[in-house]
């Protein structure tokens, strides 16, 4: 019989090799407005199936033999929601455990929590409550690893999966660019990009560090393998509130803590965050595609018998007890919950309906989400909103896009919401001014219907940030300053410089006005050739133009002042003006236009700029019929001498 010491030697090994994870089920903003008012994010149904299944599931499949999930908001719930689950079954692969805290604030707070609890015991990893991912991790668990029996100082390995910028479901929040040691996989630069157009990577990165590679093109996880030093560093230090407060810190005081982090990258496997409406809307889509495979509806996450789903063509799910009105259509990737019925001659597509749910006739549902238990009386058109369970949407209503209707609230009928329009059945009451006098509120709000139950949401946050996560999932473009600028630019008279496909950047708009000045100047004061030449080419150095682009420009700002000259409003009347006035400029198109490709530019420009005016337009088509007077006659005649 083995030594008692020995054996509590061989259990004290055995509890260091369990894989823990810690989950944090609060995501600390309120992002999803209205909607998490009465259920936390991590329980909110993406495809008919709370978050947090999702999350559970992929660390089931990653070999986690123990997991903690970190509540705060509406704490209960989620501890309610992990005991009736299969996780909580005597067969379940892992054990979950919710840890609750109503104090906390951040992901830091949580972590300081979990440290005080001394409940990591090794190497775990650290996720939120919001992740849908397909990744294994036994590879990088095991890199982590050995990385740790050679290097003592490395204490986080970050996840990243490569996606290019621009991807959907990349989160511009997430957006970061990464300096990384290219033999060893270390994080030598961090840097949060909040779509600024320049980054600053400090010198001395590149100095203290031979081979350094700059990446773009990583798309982050929100997956960290964390040594149990982490939430003991979270504790030393108070100013880590976030994960990336956390990155930066380590990085900054690299040399005085001597503590290290390391990346590992994935590629042909899923992970994404649904950390706002945009990217629910990104990855409920991803799931309906079965991107996220074997994460998909017909894989029964979390669903009883009754309600699984049958797997069809062109990406439609239904379950077995959905009633289809004769007419009625399923376009394309449509999911439909046990239950629900759907009328005739009603129209689904790209949208997921959830359980119990009546649709009338004649509706129309496009790039929408309906959870359960929401009805939809006749004749209503619902384009790219998200319904919570209870809805009432009664007859004749437009929802358009951008729409959020939170839980138990009803519209209609005859109305429709404007673009964006965010509503809560119970008025909103602000924590500092207390409950209001039940007399004071009204049974109804005309503006949403005569038998509405619907009152508007202020959101707490004003930032225009905030603004622009919630509105950009909905298809709704917000241009920034810079961007209307440029358009309104193009969308002057005819007679205005034409616009290629894609606007130019300032310098160039700023180059051609210049240009056009100079030339209606020379006009007026009489000035020389030689003198528009040297002014030119100062403006030419001045906004850093490409010779290409002067040709071009040239060009049009020509033919923009031969119709500001000459006033006409017909394509025989500038012919009239055309000879003497190419005449006049002819030594500074000689000047400029002087081969081969000089001349396709030439082309190029009056095709461009005939787009944009009919007067040269059908000039053009008249002067390449003569013989004649041609203005591309004069020039190629011009420069073959």
Known sequence: MAPKGKTNRREDLKQEDIVQAVVIADSFNVRFGPVTRKHPRTLLPLVNVPLLDYTLEFLAASSVQEVFVFCCHLADQ????????????????????????????????????????????SDFILVSGDLVS??????????????????????????????????????????????????TGQL????????????????????????????????????????????????????YQTRDDFVRGLLINEEILGNTIHIGVVKDQYAARVSNLQMYDSV????????????????????????????????????????????CTLEENVVIGSGSTIGSNSSISNSVIGKNCKIGENVTISGSYLWDDVVVHDNCVIETALLCSGVTILGAVTVNPGCVLSWNVCIGPDVKLKVGTQLMSEPDVDEFD?????????????????????????????SDDEEEIILSMWGIIIESEEEEELSSLGTGSEDNMSQSDSPPPDDTKLFYSELLDTLQRAKE????????????????????????????????????????????????????????????????????IRSSEGQLDCLQAIEEFSIESVVVKHCVVKIIKQNNVCFLKVVLCALSH
Not at 138 to 146: A, R
Not at 149 to 165: F, I, L, N, R
Not at 549 to 570: F, P, R, T
Request: one cysteine or more; a neutral charge.
């Open 284 to 327: 409920s889509r991803d799931v309906v595609s079965r991107w996220s495979f074997p994460l998909v509806p017909d894989n029964h996450i979390s669903s009883s018998d009754k309600d699984r789903l049958i797997y069809g063509r062109h990406n439609i799910y239904l379950s077995r007890d959905v009633t289809l009105a004769r007419g």
């Open 188 to 239: 030598v630069h961090f840097q949060n990009t909040q779509q600024e157009k320049k980054y600053h990577i400090p010198v001395d990165v590149f100095l203290e560090h031979q081979d350094v590679e700059i990446r773009y093109d990583l798309m982050d996880c929100q997956i960290c393998i964390c040594t149990p030093l982490v939430p003991q560093l979270f504790t030393d230090n108070f100013d």
């Open 134 to 183: 397909n990744i294994n991790l036994k590879t990088l668990l095991d890199d982590h690893k050995k990385r740790r029996e050679k290097e003592k100082s490395s204490v986080m390995t970050m996840v990243y999966k490569k996606a290019p910028p621009g991807h959907h479901s990349r989160c511009q929040d997430d957006d970061v660019i990464l300096a990384i040691e290219k033999p």
């Open 78 to 121: 989620i501890r309610t929601h992990i005991k009736n689950s299969k996780w909580s079954d005597s067969g379940s692969p892992m054990t979950v455990t919710p840890v609750l805290s109503d104090g906390c604030l951040s992901v830091g707070d949580a972590l300081r929590e979990i440290d005080a609890k001394s409940l990591i015991r």
């Open 525 to 592: 004061e009489n000035i020389g050739v030689d003198n528009q030449i040297l002014e030119v080419n100062s403006l030419k150095h001045a906004y850093n133009i490409a010779i290409n682009d002067v040709h071009v420009m040239l060009v049009k700002s020509l033919l923009d002042l031969l119709l500001k000259e000459s006033g006409a409003k017909e394509s025989n009347q500038l012919l009239t003006y055309l000879k003497p006035f190419l005449k006049k400029h002819l030594g500074l198109l000689k000047n400029y």
């Open 434 to 462: 207390g409950p209001k006098d039940p007399a004071t509120i009204p049974d109804v709000t005309p503006e949403f219907g005569i038998k509405s139950k619907a009152f508007s949401y202020a959101d707490p946050c004003e």
